[in-house]
């Protein structure tokens, strides 16, 4: 098994390190796109900030562009979301037609059946279309895990926290 030297297992990630060899995909996303690696603080509940700031799909109806930062918020349980696999995940919407509160609930029912997170949010900010800003929150809790209790209080912390997207 590959791992670095802070031992992170990367045996199993094929789109991070291809170079010019990516494979994009511009209308299908899926949660197969998704590639994670093992947690390596699987007792401790910390939380990963992951932001698209240029998101785009068509509207079914209209075709005209949606435009949106889709941030994905989450506690990370046995595995995390490698970053370039979001990217080319959030790219694979391009050309895919849907509502935005569809899309922002098919990224999470996508995100948690990869990754079985303690938590998750998703959150789509689109921009105002016809003078109306749209913004969707999607969330997950497992409530079947041991440290739900711990994982309620620190996204209840997290939700307060003013400024926490500004570095």
């Known amino acids: 098994m590959k791992t670095t030297k802070s031992q992170d297992k990367t045996d199993a990630l094929k789109t991070l390190g291809k170079g010019g060899a990516t494979n994009y995909n511009y209308d299908s996303p899926s949660p197969e796109i998704l590639e994670i690696f093992p947690n ?17 799909s068509p509207c079914p109806v209209t075709g005209q562009p949606d435009f949106a930062n889709i941030i994905v918020e989450y506690i990370p349980d046995e595995v995390c979301v490698e970053s370039k696999s979001f990217k080319l995940y959030m790219g694979a919407y391009r050309n895919h037609q849907s509502f935005m509160e569809t899309i922002t609930n098919n990224i999470l029912d996508d995100f948690v059946s990869r990754l079985s997170p303690l938590w998750m949010r998703v959150k789509g900010i689109f921009s105002p279309r016809g003078g109306t800003c749209l913004h969707v ?18 996204v209840h912390e ?8 500004r570095s």
């Open 137 to 154: 929150f999607a969330e997950h809790y497992n409530e079947d895990s041991t440290q739900f209790v711990k994982v309620c209080d620190i």
């Open 158 to 165: 997290w939700k307060i926290e003013s400024g926490r997207h």
């Open 40 to 56: 390596n603080f699987p007792g401790r509940p910390y939380i990963i900030s992951i932001e698209f700031p240029e998101y785009t």
